[in-house]
């Protein structure tokens, strides 16, 4: 029976991982508006994408099957999966019926960690997505021990570890690095249980990933566990309320200062539901506002996307919100009547550094300079050299800082020299999608120029949104992947 479950999970592996490679291949073709703005809809908001992968990682504190709701169906949340799985969870998407009776693939999915037979998390799997590292947290407490590789995921400059081995050390865990592999294993007590230690802690910069890693790690335990400068995004508030709901004593979250008062257990008492994803809003919002005449955005979180909303109310957008909806209505001005502003991205509540790629995108368009300083992270403009090239006046002064005037036309569909009989061809212009939201800003700017373009690397863009191409065709937007 062993080696059966060993054949299944053997092949399984290798049909995700082919399936990953045939992905790396897949590009978008575009055929641009030209500045028109001739789209309408409507879209309903996927959940967080970076609420559910941390809320996969806590269920390893629980000791039965919970059940995960609105979950989007991006590659980050399969790569999670896949190495819950490989840790020995079971991890299931289950299907709701329809009115006709027929099951349908739903964003509900059930994870059973009481069946987790290993701590060793994959290295090639962990090394292709940052978010892995939370995971270390909820294995370190549970089993006393874990191994992790170094995180990866986009190359948007240093994602840093010392945040998490310096918590896990303060809480007494010894840590040690061989191989390129970190081995971290928590004192034992008495009678062989977990021996991690209350603490107090100081970020000594925000971080949310650390932030997330270390509150679930302090959950299980004994004692009063106090974290300082800590990070305040919704998608913290949103794991947090549920691990409240199931046990655990958190106070404080969403503010500078957490306190953690260490339960013997987690018990499961209600799903857990993802918020409104933030980042899908607000790039569906500066799409809006670029290509749409009219456009409702609906099931997201307005308030989670405060700044940008101002910020393109004073650029001249026509864009308002309600409770739970943003509206762009009317839209008929053209790009070239706004006017231009200046962002700093910010730590939550402020402008979020995963708008910064689309906000440049957006300036390219209006008129005015602009200068975007990017204060979260280093080597985030890779994809300016895209923009560049298909007409957009951008200067990048520093690894942190650009500047752009507008409004430029956005240009594809170059002429290629056949042979001296048939002249010239006109064939699209090639793209590059760096990381997620860079790769989302360069479609961006393929639907707002004239001509048609080729982007490259559309597996990384389906890293954080859902089946975009399909969501724009919806729109009327000329898109396929190939």
């Known amino acids: 029976m062993f080696k059966d479950r060993l054949l299944i999970w053997s092949k399984t592996v290798t049909i995700v991982f082919t399936r990953m490679n045939k992905e790396t291949n897949t590009k978008f073709v575009i055929q641009g508006l030209a500045g028109a703005k001739t789209l309408k809809g409507s879209i309903r908001i996927n959940g967080a994408k970076n609420a559910a992968l941390k809320a996969m990682a806590a269920t390893v504190l629980f000791k039965e099957k919970v059940r995960l709701e609105n979950i989007p169906h991006t590659a980050d949340i399969d790569t999670m999966a896949l190495i819950l799985q490989k840790l020995g969870a079971s991890v299931e998407w289950i299907g709701d019926n329809d009115t006709n009776g027929k099951v349908m693939r739903d964003h509900i999915m059930e994870i059973d960690a009481s069946t987790i037979n290993s701590t060793d998390i994959d290295p090639k799997l962990a090394t292709g997505m940052r978010a892995s590292v939370v995971l270390t947290g909820p294995l370190l407490v549970r089993f006393g021990k874990v191994s992790f590789p170094a995180p990866g995921g986009c190359v948007i400059g240093a994602r840093p570890v010392d945040l998490f081995i310096e918590g896990y050390k303060n809480m007494g865990a010894k840590v040690e690095l061989k191989d390129g592999l970190?081995?971290?294993?928590?004192?034992?007590?008495?009678?062989?249980?977990?021996?991690?230690?209350?603490?107090?802690?100081?970020?000594h910069r925000i971080s949310v990933g650390g932030t997330e890693t270390l509150m679930m790690t302090a959950v299980i335990g004994n004692g009063k566990t106090i974290l300082k400068n800590c990070a305040k995004e919704p998608e913290i508030v949103n794991v947090a309320e549920w691990l409240i709901a199931s046990g655990a004593k958190i106070k404080?979250?969403?503010?500078?200062?957490?306190?953690?008062?260490?339960?013997?257990?987690?018990?499961?008492?209600?799903?857990?539901?993802a918020i409104p994803d933030r980042?899908?809003?607000?790039?569906?919002?500066?799409?809006?506002?670029?290509?749409?005449?009219?456009?409702?955005?609906?099931?997201?979180?307005?308030?989670?996307?405060?700044?940008l909303i101002h910020f393109l109310q004073d650029s001249g957008a026509p864009i308002s919100a309600d409770k739970n909806s943003i509206i762009i209505k009317n839209n008929v001005r053209p790009n070239c009547?706004?006017?231009?502003?200046?962002?700093?991205?910010?730590?939550?509540?402020?402008?979020?550094?995963?708008?910064?790629?689309?906000?440049?995108?957006?300036?390219?368009?209006?008129?005015?300079?602009?200068?975007?300083?990017?204060?979260?992270?280093?080597?985030?403009?890779?994809?300016?050299e895209d923009l560049v090239k298909i007409g957009a006046k951008i200067k990048i002064t520093n690894e942190r800082e650009v500047k752009i005037s507008g409004p430029t036309e956005l240009v594809g569909t170059s002429q290629k020299s056949d042979d001296k009989i048939s002249g010239k061809t006109l064939v699209p212009v090639e793209l590059l999608a760096h990381d997620i939201r860079a790769g989302f800003a360069i479609v961006l700017a393929a639907l707002v120029a004239k001509g048609e373009f080729v982007v490259r690397n559309a597996h990384l863009i389906d890293r954080g949104y859902e089946k975009l191409e399909e969501k724009l065709t919806a729109f009327g937007a000329k898109i396929k992947r190939v």
């Open 182 to 203: 970190y081995n971290i294993s928590a004192p034992k007590t008495g009678d062989g249980g977990n021996g991690l230690k209350s603490s107090e802690f100081f970020f």
């Open 252 to 273: 404080g979250v969403g503010t500078e200062t957490i306190e953690i008062y260490g339960v013997k257990s987690l018990t499961y008492k209600k799903p857990y539901i």
């Open 279 to 307: 980042i899908e809003t607000g790039s569906f919002a500066i799409l809006g506002a670029l290509c749409t005449r009219d456009l409702i955005i609906e099931n997201c979180e307005p308030k989670h996307v405060e700044s």
């Open 337 to 384: 009547s706004f006017k231009s502003f200046n962002i700093e991205t910010r730590e939550f509540p402020g402008f979020p550094t995963d708008l910064q790629s689309p906000i440049v995108t957006y300036l390219t368009q209006v008129t005015g300079n602009s200068q975007v300083d990017e204060n979260i992270f280093e080597g985030r403009f890779k994809y300016i």
